[in-house]
C-alpha cells in the first residue's frame, strides 16, 4: 500500500467528513462493494485508460449540479447528461455496469453517488495517483436538468469566474487548483482550443501566454479547418500517469486550456501552482498526491443527499 494512502484513510478516521457521510458505510450492508466497483472500473482501464480521466470528470461535473447525487447520470432529453458542458463525459458504462453487479448481490443498497465517487478514487489510483478512504453514504437525487448544468465550470473561464463557481460549492483557491491539477490525466478535442491557436479575442492572432513552440505542435495537432472531434492530451507527454507535469506545463505555458493557464497569471493561484510545480517530483509531488485526495473528499461532500432524502436507485440511468 502507498505511504500516502495509509496517511490518507488515517486522516478520513480523525476528521469526520461533512454531511454524516463515512468512511466504511457499506461495511455490513454490503461488504464487497468497493471491491466489486474497484474490479469494473480496473477491466475497463485495463482495455482503455483514458477511462480513468472520464469517471474522474463524470464525479466532478455531478458534484457541481445539484451536489454529489449521481445526477448527471440519468438519461432523458432535457437531463443533465444532455447539457452542452456533459455532451464530452465519458465512463457511463463503467458505472451502469458495475451498478449491476452490485444491485445483484445487495439490492437496493448502494446508491449510483457514491458508485461514482468509488470510481473516481479507482481511477487516480490505477493511473499510479493516491488512493485514499472514500467517505460514502451518499443518496441519488431525484432531480436532473439540462438547465442547471449552466455554472459547471468551463474552459473559457477567468480566474474570478472559475473562483466565484468553486466558492459558491464551499471550495477555495487550494481546492480550485488542487482539483484542476486532475487534468494531470485526460483530454480535450480541438474544437475547444482552435480558438486560442487562430483566433483568441477575435483578433486573428494566437493567445500570447501559449509557449511558441507549444502553440506549434498544437497546430499541427489542430489545424484551422481540421477535425474538431480530434483528442488533445491536457497534460502534454504524461497523460494517462496522474503526477505534477501537468502544473510544470502550465508553469511553461505549456497548457492546453485557457482556463488553466490563467492560472499562472493570477498571484494566488500561482502560489499554489507553484508549490506542485517545484523542480523535481520528490516531495513536491507527494505534497500534491496528499493534498488531491483531500480535495477531493471536500468535493466529494457537496450538497449530498443523506438519510431518507432522495433514493436508491436500481438503475443509475433512471430514477426508481
Known amino acids: 500500500m502507498k505511504v500516502v494512502s495509509v496517511l490518507l484513510i488515517i486522516l478520513v478516521m480523525v476528521l469526520p467528513a461533512k454531511g454524516q457521510l463515512k ?33 474522474l470528470r463524470l464525479h466532478f461535473h455531478d458534484c457541481f449540479v445539484e451536489g454529489c447525487d449521481g445526477s448527471v447520470l440519468i438519461k432523458g432529453a432535457s437531463s443533465e447528461r444532455n447539457a452542452l458542458p456533459n455532451l464530452g463525459l465519458k465512463g457511463f458504462e463503467v458505472i451502469d455496469d458495475a451498478k449491476a453487479q452490485v444491485e445483484a448481490l445487495c439490492p437496493g443498497v448502494v446508491s449510483c453517488a457514491d458508485i461514482l465517487a468509488l470510481a473516481a478514487r479507482d481511477s487516480v489510483d490505477l493511473s499510479d495517483g493516491p488512493s485514499w478512504s472514500v467517505p460514502t453514504g451518499r443518496r441519488d437525487g431525484r432531480v436532473s436538468l439540462s438547465s442547471q448544468a449552466s455554472n459547471l465550470p468551463s474552459p473559457l473561464d477567468s480566474v474570478a469566474v472559475q473562483r ?38 477575435a483578433t486573428g492572432n494566437s493567445d500570447p501566454t501559449i509557449n511558441q513552440a507549444f502553440l506549434e505542435q498544437l497546430q499541427a495537432l489542430c489545424p484551422m479547418n481540421g477535425d474538431g472531434t480530434k483528442p488533445v492530451a491536457l497534460d502534454r507527454g504524461s497523460q494517462t500517469k496522474f503526477d505534477v507535469s501537468f502544473f510544470k506545463n502550465v508553469k511553461d505555458g505549456n497548457a492546453v486550456l485557457e482556463s488553466d493557464q490563467r492560472l499562472w497569471g493570477d498571484d494566488a493561484t500561482r502560489k499554489i501552482m507553484q508549490n506542485y510545480a517545484g523542480n523535481i517530483r520528490g516531495l513536491l509531488g507527494f505534497r500534491f498526491d496528499f493534498e488531491f485526495p483531500k480535495a477531493m473528499i471536500k468535493m466529494g461532500s457537496i450538497e ?6 432522495g433514493e436508491i436507485r436500481k438503475v443509475c440511468s433512471k430514477f426508481n
Open 23 to 55: 468512511a466504511g458505510f457499506y461495511s455490513s450492508s454490503c461488504p464487497k462493494a468497493e471491491a466489486m466497483v474497484r474490479s469494473t472500473v480496473e477491466s475497463y482501464y485495463n482495455k482503455d485508460p483514458t477511462f480513468a480521466a472520464g469517471l
Open 304 to 309: 449530498v443527499k443523506i438519510g431518507t432524502q
Open 164 to 201: 466565484q463557481k468553486f466558492a459558491a460549492k464551499g471550495l477555495d483557491d487550494h481546492d480550485l487548483v488542487t482539483l484542476v491539477g486532475g487534468h494531470t490525466i485526460g483530454e480535450t478535442h480541438c474544437q475547444f482550443i482552435r480558438y486560442r491557436l487562430y483566433n483568441f479575442t
